[in-house]
C-alpha cells in the first residue's frame, strides 16, 4: 500500500512516516498546504501536533536555543511568514472527509495511535511497529519539545496576539 | 535494501568518512563496482530496515548556524558488533535483520 504522509513542518512527520513503513506502508514526508491538494488515488494520513511544540521543535531543527524570545521572535516570522499564516495553509485539512487523522502525541506516546492508524488504514498492525518507532529517523530529538519549559507572561502575551488561543482550538489543543 | 559501510575511520578528521559510517544505500540486487565489492575498508550488508530508516543513516550532521559539516553522518553504526568482515564479501551479501542493526546504532557525540 502507498500513502500520501502530509503534515505542517515539526509536526511528526518523519516520526509518522517511520510508524507507516513499520506497518508495510510505503511513504516519505510531504508538506502540502490545503490549497495544493493530494493525490485522490491513495490515503491521505496527516499529523497534527500542538502548534506550541512546533515552534519550539523548530527552533531545536534550526540549532537556536529554545528561550522565550526565540519562541517570540518565531512567532512573527516562522520560516518564511507569520507562524499562524503558514500553519492556517494547512489548516484545511483537519475538516477534510477524506484525510485519515493522527496527532503526533498519541502516535509517540503509545502504541494506540499506531494500532488506530492501521485500523483505519484496513492493514494489521505488527507488534513490533511502536517498539522501533522511536529514534533513527533524520529528525528524531532524544527530548521531546516542550513548550511549558519557556512559558511565561512575555510568550503568553504574544502568543495571544498572534491569535494563539484560536490556533489552539482550531488544532484541537 | 543494501548497504555500505565503512569499516575503517578514512583519517583522524572528524568530518572526514568514519568507522560505521554507512556510505550509501541501493535496493537489493544493485550492481555495485568491483571496488564496493573488494575494498576492505568497505563492507556491504543487506537488511529490512525502513526506508525512513536508512535515510537516517545517511544523514551528514550540519551545525545549523554556520552549514559547517560536522560529521559526514549524524549516526554510527558498530559494525563489529554485527560480526560483519571487510570486504572482499565472500558470496552473497549478509542478511542482517533491522533489530541487530537498530541495537548497534547510535548517535555520535558531538566534538
Known amino acids: 500500500m502507498e500513502v500520501t504522509a502530509n503534515g505542517f513542518p515539526k509536526a511528526g512527520n518523519h516520526a509518522l512516516v517511520k510508524g507507516l513503513q513499520l506497518l508495510g506502508v510505503n511513504c516519505s514526508v510531504q508538506h502540502i498546504p490545503f490549497a495544493d491538494g493530494v493525490p485522490e488515488d491513495r490515503p491521505h494520513v496527516f499529523i497534527r501536533r500542538d502548534p506550541r511544540n512546533i515552534v519550539c521543535s523548530w527552533l531545536t531543527h534550526m540549532g537556536k536555543p529554545v528561550t522565550q524570545g526565540m519562541f517570540i521572535a518565531h ?65 528524531w530529538q532524544k527530548k521531546h519539545a516542550n513548550w511549558a519549559e519557556i512559558w511565561g507572561p512575555p510568550v503568553e502575551h504574544a502568543w495571544n496576539s498572534i491569535g494563539g488561543p484560536r490556533l489552539l482550538e482550531r488544532w484541537g489543543y | 535494501m543494501e548497504i555500505l559501510v565503512r569499516m575503517v575511520n578514512r583519517s583522524d578528521k572528524t568530518d572526514d568518512s568514519k568507522y560505521g559510517d554507512c556510505i550509501a544505500a541501493r535496493p537489493d540486487g544493485f550492481p555495485w563496482t568491483q571496488a564496493e565489492r573488494t575494498n576492505p575498508a568497505w563492507s556491504l550488508f543487506r537488511s529490512n530496515l525502513t526506508q525512513a530508516e536508512v535515510d537516517a543513516l545517511l544523514q551528514p550532521l550540519i551545525d545549523a548556524g554556520s552549514l559547517k559539516l560536522i560529521y559526514r553522518r549524524k549516526l554510527t553504526v558498530d559494525v563489529n558488533g554485527l560480526g560483519l568482515a571487510p570486504n572482499p564479501t565472500s558470496g552473497a551479501i549478509p542478511d542482517i535483520p533491522a533489530e541487530d542493526i537498530r541495537a548497534v546504532t547510535s548517535e555520535k557525540p558531538l566534538p
Open chain 1, 75 to 139: 512567532l512573527h516570522k516562522f520560516e518564511v511568514a507569520p507562524f499562524a499564516e503558514e500553519l492556517t495553509a494547512f489548516a484545511g485539512w483537519l475538516d477534510d472527509a477524506r484525510t485519515i487523522h493522527v496527532r503526533y502525541e498519541d502516535l509517540v506516546y503509545n502504541a494506540q495511535g499506531l494500532k488506530d492508524l492501521a485500523g483505519k488504514l484496513g492493514v494489521p498492525y505488527l507488534d513490533d511497529a511502536y517498539p522501533n518507532l522511536p529514534g533513527m529517523t533524520v529528525s
